[in-house]
């Protein structure tokens, strides 16, 4: 099983925009599940956002308004918009595939995750 690629992080003062793009080889990332969790340092991995075959979204009350999940099909990618970025939302930054059937807040919900990508956010 081959694991998702996430990209796109850096150091980006308050208030910024970022765009994390998470590549799926070996799979269809519109086919399945699809959810983001950062993980701060020496943190569990939250929730902030999935995306289920459908199309249909899901955010946490932390990021509503602030961040946008996507895919872009033809490059078969899962994407996070990240606007108005807050110091808190510092993190490593985890793509991960979920069911095939449904969608899930839950960590223990996705069996496929990528290494992450560092996003940093000053004040």
């Known amino acids: 099983q081959v694991q998702p690629v996430e990209s796109g992080g850096g150091p980006v003062q308050a208030g910024g925009s970022l765009r994390l793009p998470c590549a799926a080889p070996?799979?269809?990332?519109?086919?399945?599940?699809m959810g983001w969790f950062p993980q701060p340092p020496g943190k569990q991995r939250e929730w902030v956002s999935h995306i289920t075959r459908g199309g249909m979204t899901s955010y946490a009350d932390s990021v509503k308004g602030r961040f946008a999940i996507s895919r872009e099909n033809v490059k078969n990618t899962l994407e996070l918009q990240m606007h108005s970025l807050k110091p808190e939302d510092s993190a490593m930054y985890l793509c991960?595939?979920?069911?095939?059937?449904?969608?899930?807040?839950?960590?223990?919900?996705?069996?496929?995750w990528g290494q992450g990508t560092q996003v940093t956010v000053s004040s």
């Open positions: 991960a595939r979920g069911s095939f059937t449904s969608c899930s807040s839950r960590a223990t919900s996705y069996n496929s």
């Open positions: 070996g799979y269809t990332v519109s086919t399945w599940c």
